[in-house]
């Protein structure tokens, strides 16, 4: 009953989301304002239904009740509840479900925060995201309905994929969602204020918080997905390059382009169209993103059972919206009114900057994880484009991309000084400069770029360190030299300027943790219980190898102890290769030691019948940094994101002007 | 300076960056791109050694030999023709005789391929789509569901194509 009264919830949502995508076209044509309050509250109803098919699917699968398809595809009664209720996700059906669960959530978040945004781009935006979710929502109910019955029930279910019985899947999707789905808000932001032909730094400082929350999300999302792949795929790899991570690489890349616009229009009032057309770009990657790993042209851990007619859907979605939005883009653009032009040599300079490597980066990535498909569709010819494709393509454009973020940061609106930014950057140079050369000169003989890349990180880390003490000196007659005035300075300086710093230093830290990878090693050996494996500084014997049984599966588990180089126990590592017999699958599951940001990593291979085991052992020096700087990097916007200017919404702006601050117009 | 000296500037770097770009993309294509070909391919075609590809093809059965020191033979078959493969490391959990690889590593003179990476199926009811295609081509494989899901569609069994071509490094 609470199935069908949840497929009933998402039909309802259906046609609310119609509603709210009719309503603001309707109050623009007859001119009444109550109207446009509509889409506020059909937000609301949208989002209010779609929770209640969620907690309906959720329900299904807590409670294991094989009537329901979905569950009987994906689930176990003996699988332990926390896989019950993330496994609601780790199918396309209700993975689905939680992407519009999101997106009528972002729509719910637009109609409530009433302060921030003029009506009338709020009613607009709510609108274009009416459209979306109603698409999206059809999309569910006419090829994935996650809601279908089987009769008979059978008593038991298939089980989840044993790759996806991890936490990870708990944390990854969700985030990684909120992300990718967040890009729509600015997305309908944008098509909002072509709708209207009207763009100003309203509009910029309305869309800035749903772009930087989209953004941390997709940070972390990335980060955690990354990390997921790095323990359970059991090579020990960060990165593949892998077209779906390629698919959630490119938004971020285009939405970290779109947040550093936004700021240049917000501060300038330039950039205006390019920014337009960012918003619209970075959600066209989320859904090309969506199409690639949701419509089994790419196959994947992400893909799966594949059906073509949902392909076929999803590339029609694609088109609607992209095309859709680009013709507006090139229709209503040139009403938009242009900011001027301002000197290269300038913070906004060198934002433009950054804006050409990150498009041009994305660029890079997008047409090394197109090409193979399109290659096969024309000639049929397949092709692997790899790691080596964008280590030479990406890395190259995202080297000058770092060397200018502190550059950037020293240089001053409107008009700025080379001579003056290298001056207050000197010392951040010279120390990376000493710093790269000193590790070049204590690991000679290995490879050049981990020193290289080591440098370029604490030059990014120093530099947004920097960044905060000059802005804390001050400038001019305010300049102070007394160190507990820059401390308290420093502390009343704005939460954005912190949240900035503290970003770019993340940034630092993944470099330092990516160039370090350059000194991994890895071992490999067929072992018998007593027998040791060196690999880099350390060496693992292997105590035994013994079974053990988990909830829904059997494991042979190969305990080791780690030793390093003068003999001392540093740690114990387990390792072992679990059956799960609901679905006759093995999954080796790798052991890891942490040693400070360092990992030992070991993964099983087969166990012979002699009790040998072969084993292969990572030494992965400075790995976690990788996915600590993401996490940074995520903090320094959360951070940005609660700085005054973000709270302080338009109304208080025009304060003691015009009541209703939609009518005034920022221009 | 003036409105058109700063505009020059932009298109200039708009420009330069572009091209770099595109030069770059250049680069790489030329050089980092592997193809994959199946047994029959490699036996028709001559493919000059030391070419780096993917080999795609069904593991024959009673093929696999484990030497000392965690290196594997097995032959790869698309049962018209046959490459054998050699490989030093831990195989993919679901590599099986008789079922579905791909293998990526360089042909030697004498015919046998050094893999460096071996993908395997990653759920059991899922086979690699390149394979699947290049057995269609040599009209052994019949479909039995969905297009690119080859395996047979139980009415309960999921047909999940999980975990595709992850490589093995």
Not at chain 1, 303 to 315: E, K, N, Q, Y
Request: charge should be positive; charged fraction near 15%; include cysteine.
């Amino acid at each position: 009953m609470i199935v069908e009264t949840g497929h009933f919830a998402l039909a309802l949502a259906l046609a609310i989301s119609l509603v709210q995508a009719v309503m603001p076209v309707w109050a623009a044509r007859s001119g009444d304002p109550a109207l446009r309050q509509t889409a506020s509250q059909a937000a609301l109803g949208a989002f209010a239904c779609v929770l209640f098919a969620f907690a309906a699917l959720t329900y299904a699968h807590a409670t294991s009740d094989f009537s329901v398809q979905n569950v009987v595809e994906n689930s176990h009664t003996q699988k332990p509840l926390i896989y019950k209720l993330s496994g609601v996700w780790g199918n396309h059906e209700g993975s689905m479900l939680l992407w519009v669960l999101i997106l009528t959530l972002f729509g719910a978040c637009v109609a409530v925060a009433r302060n921030s945004v003029p009506p009338r781009l709020r009613a607009n935006t709510l609108g274009v995201q009416g459209l979306i979710t109603f698409v999206f929502v059809l999309f569910i109910i006419t090829t994935s309905n996650p809601f279908s019955r089987v009769i008979p029930a059978p008593l038991e279910g298939n089980d989840l994929n044993p790759l996806l019985q991890d936490p990870g899947l708990a944390i990854h999707p969700p985030l990684l969602y909120v992300g990718y789905v967040g890009f729509s808000i600015s997305f309908a932001f944008a098509v909002a204020a072509l709708i209207d032909g009207r763009i100003d730094a309203v509009w910029a400082r309305a869309v800035r918080p749903w772009t930087l929350t989209a953004w941390c999300f997709l940070t972390l999302g990335i980060a955690m997905g990354s990390y997921w792949a790095y323990y359970e795929l059991g090579w020990g790899g960060w990165w593949f390059w892998d077209p779906v991570e390629n698919a959630s690489l490119m938004p971020w890349i285009a939405g970290t382009a779109l947040l550093h616009s936004t700021v240049v229009m917000e501060k300038r009032d330039a950039l205006k169209v390019w920014t337009v057309l960012l918003a619209i770009l970075t959600f066209s990657l989320s859904l090309i993103g969506t199409f690639l790993v949701r419509s089994g042209v790419i196959t994947s851990v992400h893909s799966f059972a594949t059906d073509p007619t949902r392909g076929i859907f999803i590339l029609a979605i694609l088109i609607l919206f992209i095309g859709g939005s680009l013709t507006l883009f090139a229709w209503r653009a040139p009403l938009l009114r242009q900011g001027g032009l301002f000197a290269p040599i300038s913070r906004e300079g060198s934002l433009v900057l950054n804006n050409l490597f990150l498009v041009a980066g994305c660029a890079t990535v997008l047409v090394g994880t197109l090409y193979p498909l399109l290659l096969e569709m024309l000639t049929g010819e397949k092709i692997t484009v790899g790691p080596p494709f964008f280590n030479s393509t990406f890395v190259p454009l995202a080297i000058p991309l770092l060397l200018i973020v502190p550059f950037g940061q020293a240089l001053a609106w409107k008009r700025g000084d080379v001579l003056a930014a290298a001056q207050r950057l000197f010392a951040a140079l010279a120390v990376a400069l000493v710093i790269g050369l000193g590790v070049l000169a204590l690991t000679w003989g290995g490879p050049m770029m981990a020193p290289v890349g080591i440098g370029l990180g604490a030059y990014l880390l120093i530099g947004s360190a920097l960044e905060i003490v000059s802005r804390a000196r001050g400038y001019g007659a305010s300049r102070t030299r007394s160190l507990g005035q820059i401390g308290r300075r420093a502390f009343g300086l704005p939460r954005s300027a912190w949240g900035t710093s503290l970003a770019h230093a993340g940034v630092g830290v993944v470099v330092i943790g990516i160039a370090a990878q350059g000194w991994a090693t890895e071992g490999l050996a067929t072992l018998k219980p007593g027998q040791t494996l060196t690999t880099g500084p350390y060496t693992a014997t292997l105590e035994r190898v013994a079974p053990r049984t988990g909830p829904n599966y059997e494991e042979a588990a190969a305990y080791l102890t780690v030793r390093n180089r003068s003999g001392d126990e540093v740690g114990q590592v387990e390792t072992g290769k679990r059956f799960y017999p609901s679905r006759k699958m093995a999954v080796t599951e790798s052991g890891l030691l942490t040693i400070g940001a360092s990992q030992v990593y070991a993964s099983l291979g087969e166990i012979g019948q002699d009790g040998s085991v072969g084993l292969r052992l990572y030494y992965k020096p400075l790995v976690l940094m990788i996915w600590l700087g993401a996490v940074v990097m995520a903090l320094g916007g959360g951070l940005s994101l609660t700085d005054r200017r973000m709270r302080v919404g338009v109304p208080a702006k025009a304060r003691g002007r015009a009541l209703p601050a939609a009518t005034v117009p920022a221009e | 300076m003036t409105r058109k000296s700063r505009r020059l500037i932009l298109i200039a770097a708009c420009g330069s960056v572009l091209a770099l770009a595109v030069g770059l993309i250049l680069f790489a294509m030329s050089g980092s791109i592997v193809f994959f070909r199946s047994p029959s391919d490699i036996a028709q075609q001559g493919i000059a050694p030391g070419t780096r590809l993917r080999l795609g093809g069904l593991v024959k059965d009673g093929s696999l030999k484990r030497g000392p020191g965690q290196t594997v033979d097995f032959t790869v078959t698309d049962t018209n023709a046959t490459v054998e493969v050699q490989y030093k490391g831990l195989l993919p959990d679901l590599f099986r005789e008789g079922q579905g690889v791909v293998a990526e590593g360089t042909l030697e003179p004498g015919g046998l391929f050094r893999a460096d990476t071996v993908l395997a199926k990653h759920d059991e009811s899922y086979m690699p789509r390149e394979v699947a295609d290049a057995l269609k081509a040599q009209g052994r494989w019949q479909e039995g569901g969905a297009k690119g899901g080859p395996s047979p569609k139980p009415a309960t069994a999921s047909a999940e194509k999980t975990l595709g071509p992850r490589s093995e490094r």
